[in-house]
Each structure stands twice: as C-alpha cells, then as structure tokens.
C-alpha cells in the first residue's frame, strides 16, 4: 500500500528489499511476531479455560502494525498506546513473565497487582505509558511528552498508538493539531482494523481514508498495509527520523482486521466470513513474514523450530512465573496514592497468597 496521501507527505519509498535491516533484526522482527501471536492465542484459551479472570482483548492479526511501529523506537523514545496493543509494548521492552503477573493481578506485575488486564506500563523502565481507558487521552499526554523532548532539546520522540474509531474522538484532532503548530517529535500511528467494537469505518468517518485526515494539520499522513511489517517498520523509521531531527509529526494509518471480537465475550458475528477468511488465509503477517525469511534464505527451518520451542518455553516460565508471585497485601490498598510515601520506588511487599 504506501500509498502517499498527500502533496506534503512525500512518496513513500519502495521498502527496499528488507528496509535496511540486518539478518539479526530481521530474526528479532520475526521472534516477537510469534512470540505475541503465540501469547495471544494461548491467553485466550486460558481465559476460556476459566484460568485467567478479568478481560482480553485481543492483537491478532495486527502484530505487523504493531512490531514495524514499535522497533522503529530508540529505548530513550516513549511509547503510548491503547487496550489492543500490548505487543507493541513488547517490542519496546515490558518484560513478558512480568505481564503475565499483572494478568492475573500478582505483586510482579507492573502495577503490583491493581489492575489484572490491559493497563499495563512501564514508564520509568521502558518507557511504555500506562494505558488509559477514555479514549485517545493517552494521545495529549504523548504531545506533553514530546513538548517537553523539544524544550529541554533532547533527541527523543514519543509515539502515539491508538485506533480508527478513537480519531472520532476531540481529543485525538486537537493532539495532532498542537503537535503540528509545535512541530514536535511525535508520531501518530492509527491501528485501523477496521472496527470499533461493532462499528465498521464506513460509520465511523466520511472520509476514504484516515491518513487524509492529516491534511487537516498540515501534516504527512501515509497509509500502509499492516499485514507487511516491513512496510510499516519502513514508514515509522522514516517518521521517527524526521521527528527527531526537527522535522515535526507524521500521521501513519496501518490497515488490518481484528481477528477476535472487541474483548473476550465478543464472537464478532458482525465481521463478515469472507473477510476474515481472507485475512486469515492472504493477510497473516506473521505467516507472510515468516514465509518470506524462510524463501530468502534469511532463516532455516532447523532455527525456525528453535525459535518456536524458545517461545513456548518462555510462555510456560511467564506462567509458573506469574503463578508463583504473591497477591498485592490488602493492607497497601492506599499506599502509593502520593509518590512521597515511597510505595513505588521500594520493593512490593511480598506478604500476600499465592491461591488464585
Ligand atoms: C472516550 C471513550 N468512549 C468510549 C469508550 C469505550 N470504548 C472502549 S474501546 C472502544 C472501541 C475503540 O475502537 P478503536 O479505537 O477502533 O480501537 P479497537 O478497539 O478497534 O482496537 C470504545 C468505544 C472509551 N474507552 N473511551
């Protein structure tokens, strides 16, 4: 796709064979592809299984859009996302088993036990926001941040994540506004799936694309084919390199389908079969990119199988990981409210039971 939107974006160039990336990043690439499919598919069972409590909401289908944006990032750059997008976190550096101890809402997760889904973060460590629930509000918080990287001079960027139906939203315009009068280093990424809950684009915006939206700002919008991570990784390195040096915004419109329902209990009756059939079937980017190491001789079969049996190891420690962490001690409940009393720079108490 690539398809430039605008008289200021300036043509997308073809991705070159692998987008300047070497064999060791490409091999990375196609690790954490797997690695969050296989996540996903294997916490939806378990919460199926009645195992894992609270929520899921699925990423499936839309790792490219995911891992091509975030391994454009620098570990210094920050990352802000929504509930959908736990595999770019990921890729910018949560550590799996301490994800899965927040799932089931253990001390080593990340919020030490006080949300059990999706609000992960790691802002002090990785860089990755916590996700707010209302939706884009993450989004002025990313163009604070990136204010803030142009005032003290310093050579990061922020990325943005969020998707279709929440640039309906107020708040998403009058980011990509600021950010744009500003010129600050932040890159807008839309996961466009193709539904929000239950509504499709067609009643979510007027216009044919997202990408042409920037044109509203005075900004590049570029649209590409998330099925194709190397093409979506091609687009956010060239957004984040002209971020950083000064250039200003870009808006980036990565097109997928969501392969589950919003959340869990959502069978997705609305999405027709076809579709998602053909998604499945002619738009799986971890199957087409995995296809493709293998046929240019980047990858061997002999690897391959070793890197999906390191995959399936490091679920299974992420899970005895998570089981074995202790519950949050009741008694912490108001602790932390003020950073001054020290709860979130000290060791989580490890006091709690560990009997789900
Ligand atoms: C301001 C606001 N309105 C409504 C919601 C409820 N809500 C949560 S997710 C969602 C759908 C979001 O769709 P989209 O942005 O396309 O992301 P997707 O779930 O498809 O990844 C809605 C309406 C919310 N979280 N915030």
């Known amino acids: 796709m690539a398809t430039a939107m605008s008289s200021q974006t300036g043509a997308q160039e073809g991705p070159g064979e692998f987008a300047g990336l070497s064999d060791d990043q490409l091999k990375r690439m196609l690790y954490l592809l797997k690695l969050c499919r296989h996540f996903d598919e294997?916490?939806?069972?378990?919460?199926?299984?009645?195992?894992?409590?609270?929520?899921?909401?699925?990423?499936?289908?839309?790792?490219?859009?995911?891992?091509?944006?975030?391994?454009?990032?620098?570990?210094?750059?920050?990352?802000?996302?929504?509930?959908?997008?736990?595999?770019?976190?990921?890729?910018?550096?949560?550590?799996?088993?301490?994800?899965?101890?927040?799932?089931?809402?253990?001390?080593?997760?990340?919020?030490?036990?006080?949300?059990?889904?999706?609000?992960i973060g790691d802002w002090s460590g990785s860089k990755t926001f916590t996700v707010v629930s209302m939706l884009p509000n993450s989004h002025p918080v990313a163009v604070g941040a990136a204010l803030a990287y142009k005032r003290r001079r310093e050579p990061n960027i922020a990325m943005a994540i969020c998707g279709e139906g929440s640039t309906s939203n107020g708040r998403w315009h009058e980011s990509l506004n600021v950010a744009a009068i500003h010129q600050?280093?932040?890159?807008?990424?839309?996961?466009?799936?193709?539904?929000?809950?239950?509504?499709?684009?067609?009643?979510?915006?007027?216009?044919?694309?997202?990408?042409?939206?920037?044109?509203?700002?005075?900004?590049?919008?570029?649209?590409?084919?998330?099925?194709?991570v190397l093409e979506v990784y091609e687009a956010a390195a060239k957004a984040a390199a002209k971020a950083r040096t000064g250039g200003g915004p870009t808006l980036i419109e990565s097109v997928s389908l969501r392969w589950r329902g919003h959340a869990g209990h959502d069978a997705a009756k609305y999405v027709p079969k076809e579709l998602l059939d053909d998604h499945q079937q002619n738009r799986d980017p971890v199957a087409r990119f995995e296809q493709l190491l293998l046929d240019k001789g980047v990858i061997a079969q002999g690897e391959l199988d070793e890197l999906q049996t390191r995959i399936h190891a490091e679920f299974a420690e992420g899970y005895d990981f998570a089981q074995a962490s202790p519950f949050p001690e009741g008694g912490d409940v108001t602790r932390g409210l003020y950073t001054d009393d020290g709860y979130w720079s000290g060791e989580p108490g490890r006091e709690g039971g560990t009997d789900a």
């Open 184 to 228: 600050l280093p932040v890159v807008f990424f839309v996961n466009n799936n193709q539904y929000a809950y239950s509504t499709p684009n067609e009643l979510e915006f007027k216009v044919p694309t997202v990408a042409e939206r920037a044109v509203a700002y005075g900004i590049p919008g570029v649209r590409v084919d998330g099925a194709n």
């Open 42 to 119: 294997r916490m939806e069972s378990l919460y199926r299984q009645g195992r894992l409590p609270g929520a899921i909401y699925s990423g499936r289908g839309q790792e490219g859009t995911h891992i091509g944006a975030a391994s454009a990032l620098q570990p210094e750059d920050s990352l802000f996302v929504t509930h959908r997008d736990l595999s770019a976190q990921l890729t910018k550096g949560l550590e799996l088993k301490r994800v899965m101890a927040q799932f089931w809402g253990r001390i080593d997760g990340y919020t030490r036990g006080r949300d059990g889904n999706s609000h």
